[in-house]
């Protein structure tokens, strides 16, 4: 019932910066969190950034003083200023979110977008 479409991503080099887009739509009448999470090959899905409803944000060590996560909750999306990045940024970025629907509570991923960060 809802739907996440992931953009922004692409190759940068390192130092660069990207700006990553994730829209809901569907049925969703509220949102609570709305987080990034990315999978290196190979790899585990990390939490990178999580915000809430209110604005309260939390990030992974790794990218503190170089991601903002920010919400336009009006467009019913998030976003992931990245900025400094590094080749250990290189991963597919996947957008989350959780709410609710018909006092029914919901949680669906995007497709994902790739990010790579040449060195």
């Known amino acids: 019932q809802v739907q996440l479409v992931e953009s922004g991503g692409g190759l940068v080099q390192a130092g660069g910066s990207l700006r990553l887009s994730c829209a809901a739509s569907?049925?969703?009448?509220?949102?609570?969190?709305m987080g990034w999470y990315r999978q290196a090959p190979g790899k585990q899905r990390d939490l990178v950034a999580v915000i809430s409803s209110g604005g309260r944000t939390t990030y992974a060590d790794s990218v503190k003083g170089r991601f903002t996560i920010s919400r336009d909750n009006a467009r019913n999306t998030v976003y992931l200023q990245m900025t400094s990045l590094k080749p250990e940024d290189t991963a597919v970025y996947y957008c989350?979110?959780?709410?609710?629907?018909?006092?029914?509570?919901?949680?669906?991923w995007g497709r994902g977008t790739q990010v790579t960060v040449s060195s």
């Open positions: 569907g049925s969703i009448f509220r949102i609570n969190d």
């Open positions: 989350n979110a959780d709410g609710r629907s018909n006092l029914k509570p919901w949680n669906y």
